[in-house]
């Protein structure tokens, strides 16, 4: 006569929360599956419709044509939405405008620096696709042919730079303060390149060259 046990089976609890596991893992992949599939298809109708958000119907496109200006002219670039201006900049443009420098690509440096309305950016750090209908300039469109600004001649006379990487961020970031005040203080001229890193260390020429070309502006 076989004896009854209660205890439990424990190859059977095993058998029973893995089968438990699989339906779970198997219903949350539909579940998933079909968010995911609703989304797209939600997305596509409302394109069709015309009633899509622009970044919807950017996300769909994958690649985007968008008009920039840049010193002053018109250009038509085919970029993804995620690009950056750096990247539109450097890779994009026709003829590529690499004076606008990629170091750290993560906006701790400077390097990169244009100038958007009036006003210093780091390029690494904006969406192409948002600058469309905005004045860029870069370092290629601050002198005039051969003529350089008073700050890039100042910068030559001052010896205020070495290596280069850092040169053009530099001039954009006080050229954007000198537009506005040609009579800055030594302390404002710091503030406006605060942003900026010199790994060679010319930093007192660069305020020199600054001061020099701030009084040529008018500014004393």
Known sequence: MTQRTDEPDPAREDANALSRRRFLKGAGEVAAGGVIASGLIGATARTAAGSASAAEVETLAGEVDIELTINGAKQTLK????????????????????????????????????????????????????????????????????????????????????CGFCTPGFLMSITAALEKKPNCSLEEVKQSCAGNVCRCGTYPHIFTAALAAGKRMGGR
Not at 120 to 129: E, I, K, M, N, T
Request: proline share 5%; charged share 25%; aromatic share 2%.
């Open 79 to 162: 970029v993804e939405p995620r690009t950056t201006l750096l990247s539109a900049l450097r890779n994009h443009c026709s003829p590529t405008l690499t004076g606008t420098k990629l170091v750290c690509d993560r906006g701790n440096c400077g390097a990169c620096t244009v100038i958007v309305d009036g006003s210093p950016r780091y390029a690494c750090l904006q969406l192409a696709v948002d600058l469309r209908g905005k004045e860029i300039r870069t370092i290629e469109g601050l002198a005039t042919g051969d003529e350089l600004t008073p700050l890039q001649d100042e910068f030559c006379k001052q010896d205020a730079l070495m």
